[in-house]
């Protein structure tokens, strides 16, 4: 009988274990993020501004660098409270339209 009460008291350990473990990598994977937008139709120097100026209104945005000559926007974000998705439609918004830029 003690051996039985052993076997049960086993097998919610490793469920434990696991709802743990996947805690922790929820957590892990959430956080601070940064991506570059390739922005279109900037052609004067006061476009980076206007651009910038909208990014920055997003909550959840900490920070963006936009670059006139590269065409694109650096961006600093918490994923937990914004996507990539809302950042490019404030940009688009403004007049801007942007997308994820391509690694490669």
């Not at 919610?12 to 993020?33: C, I, K, M, N």
């Not at 209104?57 to 994923?79: C, H, I, L, Y």
């Not at 996507?83 to 918004?93: G, K």
Request: charged fraction near 20%; include cysteine.
């Amino acid at each position: 009988m003690v051996e039985a009460k052993e076997v049960v008291m086993k097998k919610p350990l490793p469920l434990l274990g696991l709802s743990a473990l996947a805690v922790v990598a929820g957590t892990a994977w959430a956080g601070e993020q940064t991506a570059t937008l390739a922005v279109e139709k900037m052609y004067c120097a006061l476009c980076p501004l206007t651009v910038t100026k909208a990014i920055e209104q997003v909550e959840g945005v900490s920070a963006v660098r936009v670059s006139f000559d590269r065409k694109e926007a650096v961006v600093t974000f918490e994923d937990s409270i914004t996507s990539l998705r809302d950042i490019a439609a404030a940009s688009t918004n403004a007049g801007y339209p942007a997308h994820v830029k391509d690694p490669g």
